[in-house]
């Protein structure tokens, strides 16, 4: 029952610190420093590895998954492929690409067509 508790206690201390980790990666790419970015990145990586804490979706599309660079302008290229409905993410240091499927959106209540203007 500690044990378990303290597990949690873990994880709650390794989100905060991934979370962190993250904040400083977002600054630092911002300042132009990549590297820095990409090391805080490597570190969250590791201790959510370590803790078997699975990273958000958020967080996970903003660095490259073989890489772990930090994703910014200059370190991604996106392009859409309309045919297959999905997001090309090409990481511009090492060349991995990763899809990401997007649907249509939603269609909403059906209005009716206005009337053509009447000739008379
Ligand atoms: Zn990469």
Known sequence: MAYARERLEQR???TERVL???GQAERLAADGDAEGATKRVRQARD?????????????????CR???????????QCRLDPLERRLKRTCLS?????YQPYSKP???????????PRRT
């Open 47 to 63: 201790i959510s590895l370590r803790c078997n804490l699975r990273l958000p979706k958020m967080l996970k599309l903003r660095f």
């Open 66 to 76: 073989r890489c772990q660079t930090y994703f910014t302008a200059k370190t991604l």
């Open 12 to 14: 709650d201390i390794a």
């Open 20 to 22: 962190l980790l993250f």
């Open 106 to 116: 939603e269609k909403g209540p059906r209005r009716p067509r206005p009337s053509p």
């Open 94 to 98: 090492c060349g991995h690409s990763a």
